[in-house]
């Protein structure tokens, strides 16, 4: 079964730092570009960040340039976003997804979340 | 940057068919991905590069993209169907690409 699985949320200061993961089985994940999307409490989608198969592309939006940090360790079938500098507006879950193997595809496959709280 | 406009709400009764707008400056230009999310669940892509629909997606979803508006159509509209729908493109209007989210459209069904 192709699945994401996200780990690594919690509870933070503001000012601090988290690092999520995000396990990938049942594809290898080193065909494949991959994202962090994240949705505030009662909000909607918003991209925070996109890497591309080998690493080489990355992008970010901009509240988050300067301060998150993506990767990816395609041997280890896994995805990484270290934050830093964790504000309050960063309060959100966060899921990975995968975009579609054809070009131009949209996200088809997406993790289940997981809650960062950023404490004042 | 590149903006996505979505109506906040559409009520449609059951057997009815939703019509959910997405609207975009020359968004016809673009490949518009559409996006179910029910409460509490993470997103599922429902319409993919304009009108494409992934496997094991009913073909009562459907998707159209012309000008400065696409569409994503929910004919037989039934209660599964109540959830939030995200439209999204790829923006490379800038130098920094980016994926551009719309702000979401509830969808009730009365």
């Known amino acids: 079964e192709v699945q994401l699985v996200e780990s690594g949320g919690g509870l933070v200061a503001a000012g601090g730092s988290l690092r999520l993961s995000c396990a990938a089985s049942g594809f290898t994940l080193s065909s494949f570009e991959m994202n962090w999307v994240r949705q505030a409490p009662g909000k909607g989608l918003e991209w925070v960040s996109y890497?591309?198969?080998?690493?080489?592309?990355?992008y970010y939006t901009d509240s988050v340039k300067g301060r998150f940090t993506i990767s990816r360790d395609n041997a280890k079938n896994s995805l990484y976003l270290q934050m830093h500098s964790l504000r309050v507006e960063d309060a959100a879950i966060y899921y990975c997804a995968r975009v579609g193997a054809r070009v131009g595809d949209g996200f088809d496959v997406w993790g289940q979340g997981t809650k960062v709280t950023v404490s004042s | 940057s590149y903006v996505l406009t979505q109506s906040p709400s559409v009520s449609v009764a059951p057997g009815e068919t939703a019509s959910i707008s997405c609207g975009g400056n020359n968004i016809g230009r673009k490949s518009v991905h559409w996006y179910q999310q029910r409460p509490g669940q993470a997103p599922v892509l429902v319409i993919n590069?304009?009108?494409g629909r992934p496997s094991g997606i009913p073909e009562r979803f459907s998707g159209s993209n012309s000008g400065n508006t696409a569409t994503l159509t929910i004919s037989r509209v039934d209660a599964g169907d109540e959830a939030d729908y995200y439209c999204q493109v790829w923006d490379t209007t800038t130098d920094h690409p980016r994926w551009v989210f719309g702000g979401g459209t509830e969808l009730t069904v009365l």
């Open positions: 590069n304009d009108s």
């Open positions: 890497i591309g198969s080998s690493g080489n592309m990355i």
